[in-house]
Protein backbone atom coordinates (compact mmCIF):
# COMPACT_ATOMS: atom_id res chain seq x y z
CA UNK A 1 0.00 0.00 0.00
CA UNK A 2 2.74 2.48 0.89
CA UNK A 3 4.38 1.76 -2.68
CA UNK A 4 1.16 2.94 -4.47
CA UNK A 5 0.84 6.20 -2.37
CA UNK A 6 3.59 7.75 -4.15
CA UNK A 7 0.63 8.27 -7.04
CA UNK A 8 -1.93 11.38 -6.58
CA UNK A 9 -4.83 8.91 -7.27
CA UNK A 10 -4.45 6.71 -4.67
CA UNK A 11 -3.68 9.66 -2.08
CA UNK A 12 -7.05 11.08 -3.18
CA UNK A 13 -8.97 7.64 -2.90
CA UNK A 14 -7.50 7.19 0.31
CA UNK A 15 -8.97 10.57 1.61
CA UNK A 16 -12.18 10.18 -0.04
CA UNK A 17 -12.67 6.76 1.94
CA UNK A 18 -11.84 8.65 5.07
CA UNK A 19 -13.72 11.78 4.69
CA UNK A 20 -16.74 9.64 3.41
CA UNK A 21 -16.34 7.18 6.37
CA UNK A 22 -16.72 10.01 8.31
CA UNK A 23 -20.27 10.97 7.01
CA UNK A 24 -21.21 7.21 6.94
CA UNK A 25 -20.51 6.69 10.30
CA UNK A 26 -22.27 9.25 11.63
CA UNK A 27 -25.78 9.15 9.75
CA UNK A 28 -25.77 5.57 8.89
CA UNK A 29 -25.88 5.15 13.07
CA UNK A 30 -29.20 7.57 12.83
CA UNK A 31 -30.09 5.21 9.61
CA UNK A 32 -29.78 2.09 11.21
CA UNK A 33 -31.01 3.41 14.78
CA UNK A 34 -34.01 4.42 13.23
CA UNK A 35 -34.80 1.69 10.64
CA UNK A 36 -34.71 3.99 7.66
CA UNK A 37 -32.36 1.71 5.38
CA UNK A 38 -35.56 0.96 3.18
CA UNK A 39 -35.77 4.53 2.63
CA UNK A 40 -32.04 5.06 2.42
CA UNK A 41 -31.79 2.88 -0.35
CA UNK A 42 -34.86 4.64 -2.17
CA UNK A 43 -32.75 8.46 -1.92
CA UNK A 44 -29.95 6.59 -3.02
CA UNK A 45 -31.23 4.97 -6.18
CA UNK A 46 -33.50 7.91 -6.89
CA UNK A 47 -30.25 9.77 -7.27
CA UNK A 48 -30.21 8.43 -10.58
CA UNK A 49 -32.39 10.72 -11.79
CA UNK A 50 -30.28 13.65 -10.80
CA UNK A 51 -27.48 12.21 -12.88
CA UNK A 52 -29.73 12.03 -15.74
CA UNK A 53 -30.84 15.43 -15.26
CA UNK A 54 -27.42 16.87 -14.66
CA UNK A 55 -26.05 15.22 -18.07
CA UNK A 56 -29.10 16.47 -19.93
CA UNK A 57 -28.76 20.30 -18.98
CA UNK A 58 -25.08 19.96 -18.89
CA UNK A 59 -24.50 20.99 -14.97
CA UNK A 60 -22.18 19.39 -12.80
CA UNK A 61 -23.74 15.70 -11.91
CA UNK A 62 -22.85 15.01 -8.61
CA UNK A 63 -24.61 18.44 -7.81
CA UNK A 64 -27.48 17.12 -9.44
CA UNK A 65 -27.50 13.99 -7.96
CA UNK A 66 -27.24 15.71 -4.70
CA UNK A 67 -30.44 18.28 -5.34
CA UNK A 68 -32.62 15.35 -6.62
CA UNK A 69 -31.72 13.44 -3.65
CA UNK A 70 -33.10 15.66 -1.65
CA UNK A 71 -35.94 16.75 -2.97
CA UNK A 72 -36.79 12.75 -3.24
CA UNK A 73 -35.50 12.92 0.33
CA UNK A 74 -38.06 14.99 1.47
CA UNK A 75 -40.61 13.36 -0.55
CA UNK A 76 -40.08 10.14 0.74
CA UNK A 77 -39.53 11.76 4.57
CA UNK A 78 -43.20 13.17 4.45
CA UNK A 79 -44.62 9.38 3.06
CA UNK A 80 -43.04 7.70 5.59
CA UNK A 81 -44.51 10.35 8.42
CA UNK A 82 -47.66 11.20 7.30
CA UNK A 83 -48.72 7.69 5.31
CA UNK A 84 -46.78 4.37 7.30
CA UNK A 85 -49.31 1.78 6.49
CA UNK A 86 -48.82 2.46 2.80
CA UNK A 87 -44.91 4.01 2.63
CA UNK A 88 -43.03 1.35 1.78
CA UNK A 89 -44.65 0.58 -1.69
CA UNK A 90 -44.93 4.52 -2.62
CA UNK A 91 -41.50 5.18 -1.65
CA UNK A 92 -40.55 1.83 -4.10
CA UNK A 93 -42.53 3.31 -6.50
CA UNK A 94 -40.63 7.32 -5.94
CA UNK A 95 -37.43 4.76 -5.99
CA UNK A 96 -37.93 3.73 -9.70
CA UNK A 97 -39.04 6.56 -10.86
CA UNK A 98 -35.90 8.32 -10.29
CA UNK A 99 -33.99 5.84 -11.37
CA UNK A 100 -36.22 5.82 -14.62
CA UNK A 101 -36.17 9.55 -15.33
CA UNK A 102 -31.81 9.46 -14.87
CA UNK A 103 -32.10 6.54 -17.36
CA UNK A 104 -34.73 8.76 -19.70
CA UNK A 105 -32.88 12.20 -19.74
CA UNK A 106 -29.63 10.50 -20.65
CA UNK A 107 -31.19 8.39 -23.61
CA UNK A 108 -32.39 12.25 -24.32
CA UNK A 109 -29.04 13.91 -24.12
CA UNK A 110 -26.90 13.95 -27.14
CA UNK A 111 -23.48 12.68 -27.78
CA UNK A 112 -21.17 10.35 -26.05
CA UNK A 113 -22.31 9.65 -22.18
CA UNK A 114 -19.20 9.26 -20.77
CA UNK A 115 -18.17 7.83 -17.20
CA UNK A 116 -22.07 6.61 -16.39
CA UNK A 117 -21.01 3.65 -15.23
CA UNK A 118 -18.89 4.95 -12.41
CA UNK A 119 -21.70 6.81 -10.64
CA UNK A 120 -23.50 3.65 -10.69
CA UNK A 121 -20.54 1.34 -9.89
CA UNK A 122 -18.01 3.75 -7.71
CA UNK A 123 -15.01 5.11 -9.28
CA UNK A 124 -12.74 6.38 -5.96
CA UNK A 125 -9.54 6.11 -7.93
CA UNK A 126 -11.35 8.68 -10.17
CA UNK A 127 -11.85 11.15 -7.06
CA UNK A 128 -10.05 14.99 -7.89
CA UNK A 129 -8.77 16.89 -5.49
CA UNK A 130 -11.34 19.26 -6.01
CA UNK A 131 -14.45 16.75 -4.76
CA UNK A 132 -12.71 16.27 -1.73
CA UNK A 133 -12.83 19.82 -0.69
CA UNK A 134 -16.39 19.26 -1.59
CA UNK A 135 -16.38 16.25 1.07
CA UNK A 136 -14.98 17.87 3.93
CA UNK A 137 -17.55 20.70 3.85
CA UNK A 138 -19.92 17.88 3.56
CA UNK A 139 -18.75 15.91 7.15
CA UNK A 140 -18.60 19.48 8.33
CA UNK A 141 -22.15 20.39 7.34
CA UNK A 142 -23.36 16.68 9.04
CA UNK A 143 -21.04 16.77 12.19
CA UNK A 144 -22.73 20.27 13.08
CA UNK A 145 -26.43 18.91 12.33
CA UNK A 146 -25.65 16.10 14.46
CA UNK A 147 -24.02 18.34 17.08
CA UNK A 148 -26.59 20.87 17.66
CA UNK A 149 -29.76 18.50 17.28
CA UNK A 150 -28.02 15.79 19.05
CA UNK A 151 -30.65 15.46 22.04
CA UNK A 152 -33.65 15.98 19.17
CA UNK A 153 -31.96 12.97 17.04
CA UNK A 154 -31.91 10.58 20.25
CA UNK A 155 -35.17 11.65 20.83
CA UNK A 156 -36.80 10.75 18.12
CA UNK A 157 -34.74 7.95 17.18
CA UNK A 158 -36.00 6.22 20.54
CA UNK A 159 -38.93 7.91 21.68
CA UNK A 160 -40.88 9.07 19.38
CA UNK A 161 -44.01 10.08 21.25
CA UNK A 162 -41.55 11.56 24.19
CA UNK A 163 -40.09 13.74 22.04
CA UNK A 164 -43.62 14.99 20.63
CA UNK A 165 -45.37 15.47 24.12
CA UNK A 166 -42.11 17.53 24.96
CA UNK A 167 -42.99 19.60 22.18
CA UNK A 168 -39.56 18.85 19.74
CA UNK A 169 -39.93 19.61 16.25
CA UNK A 170 -40.11 16.14 15.07
CA UNK A 171 -40.77 16.04 11.83
CA UNK A 172 -38.42 18.82 11.05
CA UNK A 173 -35.66 17.31 12.61
CA UNK A 174 -36.72 14.28 10.85
CA UNK A 175 -36.90 15.69 7.45
CA UNK A 176 -33.29 17.16 8.19
CA UNK A 177 -32.29 13.87 8.84
CA UNK A 178 -33.55 12.84 5.45
CA UNK A 179 -31.67 15.75 3.92
CA UNK A 180 -28.47 14.38 5.53
CA UNK A 181 -28.74 11.32 4.45
CA UNK A 182 -29.45 12.33 0.69
CA UNK A 183 -25.86 14.72 1.26
CA UNK A 184 -23.90 11.18 2.68
CA UNK A 185 -25.35 9.73 -0.44
CA UNK A 186 -24.02 12.14 -3.18
CA UNK A 187 -20.57 12.49 -1.42
CA UNK A 188 -20.61 8.55 -1.68
CA UNK A 189 -21.35 7.88 -5.70
CA UNK A 190 -17.58 8.41 -6.37
CA UNK A 191 -16.54 5.78 -3.79
CA UNK A 192 -18.79 2.70 -4.29
CA UNK A 193 -21.55 3.94 -6.42
CA UNK A 194 -25.26 4.06 -6.11
CA UNK A 195 -25.55 0.51 -6.31
CA UNK A 196 -23.95 -0.05 -3.41
CA UNK A 197 -23.89 2.89 -0.96
CA UNK A 198 -26.55 1.69 1.55
CA UNK A 199 -24.19 -1.17 2.39
CA UNK A 200 -20.90 1.63 3.33
CA UNK A 201 -23.96 3.27 4.94
CA UNK A 202 -25.37 0.69 7.04
CA UNK A 203 -22.84 -2.17 7.79
CA UNK A 204 -19.84 -0.06 10.02
CA UNK A 205 -23.00 1.29 11.80
CA UNK A 206 -24.84 -2.22 11.97
CA UNK A 207 -21.53 -3.80 13.04
CA UNK A 208 -20.86 -1.09 16.37
CA UNK A 209 -24.58 -1.59 17.10
CA UNK A 210 -23.78 -4.72 18.10
CA UNK A 211 -21.59 -4.27 20.79
CA UNK A 212 -21.85 -1.14 21.65
CA UNK A 213 -24.84 1.26 23.91
CA UNK A 214 -24.16 4.43 23.08
CA UNK A 215 -25.07 6.32 20.52
CA UNK A 216 -22.13 8.77 19.98
CA UNK A 217 -19.53 5.77 20.72
CA UNK A 218 -21.88 3.86 18.16
CA UNK A 219 -20.75 6.55 15.41
CA UNK A 220 -17.48 7.03 16.21
CA UNK A 221 -16.63 2.97 16.31
CA UNK A 222 -18.97 3.22 12.69
CA UNK A 223 -16.90 5.91 11.58
CA UNK A 224 -13.23 4.16 12.35
CA UNK A 225 -14.54 0.77 10.88
CA UNK A 226 -15.61 2.81 7.60
CA UNK A 227 -11.99 3.94 7.47
CA UNK A 228 -10.86 0.27 7.94
CA UNK A 229 -12.94 -1.00 5.44
CA UNK A 230 -12.03 1.55 2.80
CA UNK A 231 -8.38 1.57 3.20
CA UNK A 232 -8.43 -2.91 3.16
CA UNK A 233 -10.67 -2.66 -0.13
CA UNK A 234 -8.47 -0.44 -1.63
CA UNK A 235 -5.34 -2.35 -0.88
CA UNK A 236 -6.43 -5.93 -1.88
CA UNK A 237 -8.01 -4.44 -4.92
CA UNK A 238 -4.48 -2.41 -5.59
CA UNK A 239 -2.66 -5.79 -5.18
CA UNK A 240 -5.22 -8.61 -6.83
CA UNK A 241 -6.61 -5.75 -9.96
CA UNK A 242 -9.83 -6.22 -8.48
CA UNK A 243 -12.74 -2.63 -9.16
CA UNK A 244 -12.34 -1.00 -5.98
CA UNK A 245 -16.20 0.26 -4.96
CA UNK A 246 -16.95 -3.95 -5.12
CA UNK A 247 -13.59 -4.88 -2.83
CA UNK A 248 -14.38 -2.54 -0.24
CA UNK A 249 -18.75 -3.52 0.43
CA UNK A 250 -16.97 -7.03 -0.04
CA UNK A 251 -14.72 -6.24 2.88
CA UNK A 252 -17.37 -4.67 4.64
CA UNK A 253 -19.56 -7.35 4.66
CA UNK A 254 -17.54 -9.97 5.41
CA UNK A 255 -16.60 -8.19 8.39
CA UNK A 256 -20.28 -7.90 9.29
CA UNK A 257 -20.81 -11.87 9.04
CA UNK A 258 -18.02 -12.55 11.36
CA UNK A 259 -19.24 -10.00 13.92
CA UNK A 260 -22.85 -11.53 13.50
CA UNK A 261 -21.46 -14.82 13.77
CA UNK A 262 -19.17 -13.74 16.75
CA UNK A 263 -22.31 -12.11 18.42
CA UNK A 264 -24.89 -14.77 18.29
CA UNK A 265 -22.28 -17.19 19.49
CA UNK A 266 -21.84 -14.95 22.82
CA UNK A 267 -25.29 -14.81 23.54
CA UNK A 268 -25.92 -18.55 22.85
CA UNK A 269 -23.25 -18.87 25.30
CA UNK A 270 -25.03 -16.64 27.65
CA UNK A 271 -22.82 -13.52 27.14
CA UNK A 272 -24.65 -10.97 25.38
CA UNK A 273 -22.16 -8.38 24.27
CA UNK A 274 -24.79 -5.21 24.09
CA UNK A 275 -27.87 -4.73 25.37
CA UNK A 276 -30.52 -2.08 24.46
CA UNK A 277 -29.15 1.18 22.77
CA UNK A 278 -29.03 3.54 25.69
CA UNK A 279 -27.16 7.41 26.09
Same mark, same amino acid.
Given at each position: ???????????????????? &??????????????????????????????????? @?????? $?????????????????? #?????????????????????????????? +??????? /?????? &????? +????????? *???????? @???????????? &?????????????????????????????? /?? /? =?????????? *????????????????? =????????????????? *???????????????????????? $??????????????? +?? #?????
Amino acid at each position: MLEALQFDFMRNALLAGVLV &SISCGIIGTLVVVNRIVFISGGIAHAAYGGIGISY @FFRFNP $VLGAILFSIFSAMGMGML #QRRLRERADTLIGVMWAMGMAIGIIFIDLT +PGYKADL /MSYLFG &SILAV +PSADLWGML *LIDGLILG @FVIIFYKELLAI &SFDETFATIRNLPVELIYLLLMAAIALTVG /MM /M =KVVGLIMVIA *LLTIPAAISSQWIKDMR =KIMAVASLLGIIFTTTG *LWLSYCLNLTSGATIILVAGMAYF $VSFLISRGMKLLGLN +PS #QKLIS
